[in-house]
């Protein structure tokens, strides 16, 4: 039927279909057939799948993608063929898949401004979404708009291949089994820009920031909830530094319509909250085309810092509760217990301890209570007991304060003895 995307079989199951367009897809069960799908059936029919394939070899749309023990991918037309048998699934299935519609960059009612961003290609875009949201589709549209529009030479990167695209756009597999090889073989055939489907593993953020900083043009689809877990997906696999050139665009992807275009700029600043003589580098995570400023992305001490703007004056500062998150770490390590901070301005906090474990905390001359504040950018910090702390508060620790008492009752019942004694 015009409206099924995926059909699924599998043994002594009945067969369902999931219907619908991108975003209202919905999973029906089909009335059972007088012939029941048995083991036996879907055997009998993979076979007659790989001999379709086989038979059509001619056909540059016909072929076995991928053939192991346990797990087969066929491509027939625009047929994603999937089979599976013990001991790789609990029993054999069949799953075909294949695209509801096929939209052209037009259908999307885009801004001008993101069309003409996209005429760029010497840029890194994510395509981010959930499953089944239309994020693919997003980007066969683009590659063919970049193709017949614009004039650029478009390849793809799949495993497995899973785009319907114009002939006239290559689409590489894995070379023996590695995107890595296949970067490489990118790199010898000078495309203008090159889609990368399914960006997922860690390897998989290393090869698309290598080809990024290469200076190809580069397009990545990758799963994620929103477009800002897309770029905190990145963070780790690539130096912060380097982040916004890899990265640029990120076009967030709900029900088959574009929800959000985030866009990375790299600048020299103090981070919103922070002193002027606290600059430093900042990944500033702005909305397109507005130029709205949503995040800021820094390096506070040996963390990567994502810290939300909007709604800041609102809220607790972000950047004080990410400094006492690291102090109270750091100290936790220097002396083994918990302490707490409170901050007394924008630039100074104090902290409380034990009375015995303040010594330790400060360092000889101060040098740890320095190597501390330098650290976290020039914050000015104090060093106070626990017997300070302003009323109210409850100490990080009450163990601590019961093991104190339990030492007091000791020492006096020790000195009564030695009392009693004379």
Same mark, same amino acid.
């Given at each position: 039927?015009?409206?099924?995307?995926?059909?699924?079989?599998?043994?002594?199951?009945?067969?369902?279909?999931?219907?619908?367009?991108?975003?209202?897809?919905?999973?029906?069960?089909?009335?059972?057939?007088?012939?029941?799908?048995?083991?036996?059936?879907?055997?009998?029919?993979?076979?007659?799948?790989?001999?379709?394939?086989?038979?059509?070899?001619?056909?540059? =749309?016909?072929?076995?993608?991928? @053939?192991?023990?346990?797990?087969? +991918?066929?491509? %027939? /037309?625009?047929?994603?063929?999937? !089979? $599976?048998?013990?001991?790789?699934?609990?029993?054999?299935?069949?799953?075909?898949?294949?695209?509801?519609?096929?939209?052209?960059?037009?259908?999307?009612?885009?801004?001008?401004?993101?069309?003409?961003?996209?005429?760029?290609?010497?840029?890194?875009?994510?395509?981010?979404?959930?499953?089944?949201?239309?994020?693919?589709?997003?980007?066969?549209?683009?590659?063919?708009?970049?193709?017949?529009?614009?004039?650029?030479?478009?390849?793809?990167?799949?495993?497995?291949?899973?785009?319907?695209?114009?002939?006239?756009?290559?689409?590489?597999?894995?070379?023996?089994?590695?995107?890595?090889?296949?970067?490489?073989?990118?790199?010898?055939?000078?495309?203008?820009?090159?889609?990368?489907?399914?960006?997922?593993?860690?390897? =998989?953020?290393?090869?698309?920031? @290598?080809?990024?900083?290469?200076? +190809?043009?580069? %397009? /990545?689809?990758?799963?994620?909830? !929103? $477009?800002?877990?897309?770029?905190?997906?990145?963070?780790?696999?690539?130096?912060?530094?380097?982040?916004?050139?890899?990265?640029?665009?990120?076009?967030?992807?709900?029900?088959?319509?574009?929800?959000?275009?985030?866009?990375?700029?790299?600048?020299?600043?103090?981070?919103?909250?922070?002193?002027?003589?606290?600059?430093?580098?900042?990944?500033?995570?702005?909305?397109?085309?507005?130029?709205?400023?949503?995040?800021?992305?820094?390096?506070?001490?040996?963390?990567?810092?994502?810290?939300?703007?909007?709604?800041?004056?609102?809220?607790?500062?972000?950047?004080?509760?990410?400094?006492?998150?690291?102090?109270?770490?750091?100290?936790?390590?220097?002396?083994?217990?918990?302490?707490?901070?409170?901050?007394?301005?924008?630039?100074?906090?104090?902290?409380?301890?034990?009375?015995?474990?303040?010594?330790?905390?400060? /360092?000889?001359?101060?040098?740890?209570?320095?190597?501390?504040?330098?650290?976290?950018?020039?914050?000015?910090?104090?060093?106070?007991?626990?017997?300070?702390?302003?009323?109210?508060?409850?100490?990080?620790?009450?163990?601590?304060?019961?093991?104190?008492?339990?030492?007091?009752?000791?020492?006096?019942?020790?000195?009564?003895?030695?009392?009693?004694?004379?």
């Amino acid at each position: 039927m015009d409206d099924v995307q995926t059909v699924f079989l599998k043994a002594d199951c009945p067969p369902r279909v999931k219907r619908g367009h991108i975003g209202q897809l919905r999973l029906v069960e089909v009335e059972e057939s007088p012939d029941p799908w048995d083991t036996l059936a879907l055997e009998a029919l993979e076979e007659r799948l790989v001999d379709l394939a086989e038979n059509n070899r001619h056909r540059s =749309d016909c072929f076995l993608e991928i @053939d192991r023990h346990g797990c087969r +991918v066929i491509q %027939l /037309g625009d047929l994603r063929i999937t !089979s $599976a048998w013990p001991p790789f699934s609990d029993a054999r299935e069949i799953t075909v898949v294949r695209p509801v519609t096929k939209l052209s960059l037009g259908d999307y009612d885009l801004d001008e401004r993101l069309v003409e961003r996209l005429r760029n290609h010497h840029r890194g875009v994510f395509i981010c979404g959930r499953p089944g949201s239309g994020k693919t589709t997003l980007a066969q549209a683009i590659a063919e708009y970049l193709d017949t529009e614009v004039g650029a030479l478009v390849k793809t990167m799949e495993a497995p291949r899973d785009l319907q695209l114009d002939s006239r756009i290559t689409q590489y597999a894995p070379l023996e089994g590695d995107l890595e090889k296949t970067a490489e073989i990118i790199f010898l055939v000078r495309p203008d820009f090159v889609i990368f489907d399914e960006v997922r593993r860690a390897r =998989d953020f290393e090869i698309f920031a @290598d080809v990024r900083l290469a200076g +190809v043009g580069l %397009l /990545g689809v990758t799963h994620a909830n !929103s $477009a800002l877990e897309a770029i905190q997906r990145l963070i780790g696999k690539v130096e912060l530094g380097l982040v916004s050139q890899v990265l640029d665009t990120i076009l967030h992807v709900e029900s088959g319509a574009i929800q959000q275009v985030l866009e990375l700029r790299m600048t020299v600043k103090p981070p919103t909250g922070m002193q002027e003589e606290l600059a430093r580098p900042v990944i500033e995570v702005v909305e397109f085309p507005s130029g709205k400023l949503t995040h800021e992305m820094f390096a506070f001490g040996s963390e990567i810092a994502v810290v939300p703007i909007e709604g800041r004056e609102a809220q607790a500062n972000p950047v004080q509760a990410l400094a006492k998150q690291h102090m109270l770490g750091v100290i936790r390590q220097w002396v083994g217990v918990d302490c707490e901070v409170v901050f007394s301005g924008s630039s100074s906090a104090t902290v409380y301890a034990p009375s015995n474990m303040i010594a330790t905390l400060v /360092g000889r001359g101060g040098e740890n209570v320095r190597q501390l504040q330098n650290e976290l950018g020039g914050l000015r910090l104090s060093i106070d007991s626990f017997d300070n702390m302003p009323e109210g508060m409850e100490r990080p620790n009450r163990f601590w304060d019961d093991d104190r008492r339990s030492q007091n009752k000791a020492n006096n019942k020790r000195k009564g003895k030695n009392r009693r004694n004379r």
